[in-house]
């Protein structure tokens, strides 16, 4: 095998991230393993912050509603490091496949309704020089409608502190004031996309911004929440 191939192959290899059954080109998941996937959220209700735990763990003042694919926990974890630190793609396929399949359950429900835009939370621009990529833009774009993928709606004016290593407080106090609007919310639905929720600051920092300037609902998507122990 020669170097190309086997870099194709550590790039993009070609079998079931779940059950390691052979795919097709392109996959990362196979049908019955996207099917099976048992998340925090199995029952598909219509708001997680209507869960008495969740509620307590995230005090959420800003977010109107909070949908997540799993805890922070394997698989998932260990995919989302992968993909964010040592920028294996395949992992960023895998994940947006079992979103997509999640939003599309969700969508069949009485209750749900699209919000008019989905933004991603922006990265400050000294890290996104840093790390090369935005991982929530390439998380959420292909699991979500296109039409409603609005990437430029929020932007950071002024280089934060990283969040990973602050309590709660300090993650507060470090968003304050963290973000810019770039459009017209006024009387819209939006979602927020992250990839990991951990104690919410940023997530509602945004939301402020957001209800502020007029939005009629924000709602808080991601990939996974970190459970307080």
């Known amino acids: 095998m020669d170097a190309f191939t086997k870099a194709c ?3 993009f290899p070609q079998y079931c991230q779940l059950c390691a059954q052979p795919l097709c080109a392109g996959q990362q998941v196979c049908a019955h393993c996207i099917r099976a996937f ?13 869960r008495a735990d969740i509620q307590r763990q995230f005090p959420l003042r800003y977010i109107d509603s909070l949908q997540a694919l799993d805890w922070y926990r394997p698989p998932l974890s260990a995919w989302l490091k992968q993909y ?11 994940i947006s496949s079992l979103l997509s399949h999640y939003f599309a359950q969700l969508s069949t429900q009485p209750n749900w309704h699209w919000p008019h835009l989905v933004a991603p939370i922006p ?3 000294s890290r996104l020089v840093w790390r090369g990529f935005n991982q ?3 998380l959420w774009q292909d699991a979500l409608p296109p039409q409603l993928f609005v990437t430029n709606l929020l932007e950071r004016h002024h280089g934060t502190r990283a969040q990973a290593r602050l309590g709660a407080r300090q993650r507060r106090k470090n968003l304050a004031q ?3 609007l770039q459009a017209d919310v006024h009387n819209l639905d939006i979602a927020l996309v992250d990839d990991v929720l951990t104690t919410g600051a940023t997530l509602d920092s945004a939301a402020k911004l957001l209800k ?3 939005a009629r609902s924000v ?5 996974c929440l970190t459970a307080k122990t």
């Open 136 to 138: 929530v833009v390439r």
């Open 212 to 214: 502020k300037a007029g």
């Open 9 to 11: 192959a550590w790039l």
């Open 84 to 94: 964010k630190y040592q920028q294996r793609m395949y992992r960023q396929v895998a």
């Open 123 to 125: 990265l400050a621009p």
């Open 178 to 180: 963290a973000f810019n």
């Open 38 to 50: 048992r998340g925090i959220n199995a029952d598909l209700e219509e708001d997680l912050l209507l």
């Open 219 to 223: 709602s808080a998507w991601v990939v």
